[in-house]
């Protein structure tokens, strides 16, 4: 018997830590997805380097109580799978809002984005964000505008001198 009640209790001391160590996390409601689309799904999801399980929910409300996150049990009623980002904060919600758009069985409940409960809004708002990528080469068009400008001013002033001398 305490060797079932240690495995729980690790089960439990895992999911608070994932809850603790990841950007994002995102909780879902899957009922109604054939096997085929869930497995679609966690393929989706492992190329954006997302980890998704599920978790009894008994469990999952120790690990929240744990993690300080005790806004989460009211959201732990049913089916629930739990998508873990540690890298991306954006990548979770993206790909399962892009899938639940598709698949309307596939409903998102809420999550954690840095440490912080989430509402549906923030995950919405969230999941429009561009990726890391996007994000990175938006800064760098930004950065390099005054340059480019800076450049074609250059360029257009000594083509004007030089129209002149001529």
Do not use: C, W
């Not at 732990?76 to 979770?92: C, M, N, R």
């Not at 999550?111 to 994000?135: F, K």
Request: negative net charge; hydrophobic residues 45%.
């Amino acid at each position: 018997m305490s060797k079932i009640i240690e495995a729980k209790k690790q089960v439990v001391s895992e999911i608070a830590e994932k809850l603790r160590d990841s950007q994002s996390t995102i909780l879902v409601d899957y009922r109604g997805l054939s096997v085929a689309e869930v497995t679609e799904l966690r393929n989706q999801l492992r190329e954006a380097g997302v980890e998704f399980k599920v978790y009894k929910n008994t469990m999952t409300r120790r690990a929240v109580e744990e993690a300080e996150l005790t806004g989460l049990n009211d959201i732990l009623v049913g089916p629930t799978a739990i998508a873990f980002s540690k890298d991306d904060v954006v990548a979770p919600a993206k790909v399962l809002n892009n899938f639940a758009k598709e698949h309307e069985a596939l409903e998102i409940k809420g999550g954690v984005v840095e440490g912080s409960v989430a509402s549906l809004d923030q995950i919405q708002e969230l999941a429009d964000l561009p990726n890391y990528e996007g994000m990175v080469s938006m800064l760098l068009s930004v950065l390099q505008a005054p340059i480019r400008n800076f450049a074609y001013a250059t360029k257009a002033i000594a083509e004007q001198k030089e129209e002149q001398g001529a």
